[in-house]
């Protein structure tokens, strides 16, 4: 039993009966859940106004007990709004005791890189409505979420694509589009060899390959030993492309780094997706048979 305490930095859950039925479900598993009251707060788009929001942030360093997975109820947008209004450095120190497992992806990338400048990992991973929450819970997604947050190593294994490639370095990354937001603020981790992992929804691949670009021009791909591809689902290309896709896109961010670009992993905002402690330490190995990636030294639930 491991309780849920819930969370909503970003936008409002328009899709309540989603978050109901995510909590019936983890509380079906005998897993408690609790602050259920911010379900409903709303103010516009915004679960809530500013000062609700940054407050759901800011009382983790407060908040009591272990074996406590801290989860958004979903993503949206209004995280940014936040960055300057959080006691990063209170959360820094109450992580250090008995570290709440806080897990999430989308908009909530912008806390979780807040969080990791100051060296606290968190779990890039389902959230409360769009997976706990779907009409039917990916078994998929299920397993890796608690592989995760119960192993204190463990691996991911997938079928990849890209040149062939053995390195390590610090797990980190999330969602592209809010990676790129905090280039140039205080809130985006300057990480050395890493490795990098990306995912993002409905972009375009030449809205794709302008962020990449942004990471590249700044120097940041060039300093990672590699970079992984997750989902990057509604991607389409148009008639206009004339050939142009996410392959092809990929093929060139390929030819401009000296660094592996693995694809294929399912991470990112589909259904079918794993877990991965942001701030950890990992092993890519990608060869012609399969890619592993053996993740170390990040925060568990003790059984």
Not at 273 to 291: D, I, M, N, Y
């Amino acid at each position: 039993m491991n309780l849920f305490h819930l969370i909503a930095p970003s936008g409002y859950c328009i899709n309540q009966q989603a978050a109901i039925r995510g909590i019936e479900r983890l509380t079906a598993a005998g897993h408690p859940i609790n602050n259920q009251s911010i379900l409903t707060r709303r103010q516009q788009r915004f679960a809530g106004n500013e000062a609700e929001r940054a407050g759901d942030i800011n009382a983790l360093a407060q908040l009591a007990g272990s074996n406590t997975v801290v989860m958004p109820v979903r993503g949206g947008y209004g995280a940014s709004r936040l960055l300057d209004m959080i006691d990063w450095q209170a959360l820094a120190t109450r992580q250090r005791h008995d570290p709440l497992l806080i897990c999430g992806h989308s908009d909530f990338t912008a806390i979780q890189m807040a969080l990791l400048c100051k060296g606290v990992i968190t779990f890039s991973g389902p959230m409360l409505a769009g997976n706990f929450g779907a009409d039917n819970l990916n078994e998929f997604t299920l397993e890796h979420f608690w592989r995760a947050l119960r192993n204190p190593a463990f691996t991911v294994e997938w079928q990849g694509n890209g040149p062939a490639c053995d390195v390590k370095g610090t797990l980190w990354g999330g969602n592209l589009a809010m990676l790129t937001s905090l280039v140039g603020t205080p809130w985006l981790p300057e990480i050395d060899n890493g490795i990098l992992v990306l995912e993002d929804i409905n972009e375009h691949p030449f809205r794709v390959e302008r962020m990449l670009l942004q990471l590249f021009h700044a120097g940041i791909l060039g300093r990672q030993q590699a970079i992984v591809l997750g989902s990057f689902s509604g991607a389409e290309p148009n008639d206009y492309d004339a050939g142009y896709d996410l392959p092809e896109m990929m093929a060139y961010l390929q030819s401009r780094l000296r660094i592996p670009v693995i694809s294929g992993l399912d991470f990112g905002h589909e259904q079918r997706t794993v877990t991965l402690p942001l701030g950890a330490q990992a092993r890519l190995v990608h060869g012609e048979k399969a890619t592993t990636l053996s993740i170390s030294g990040h925060p568990t639930l003790i059984e």
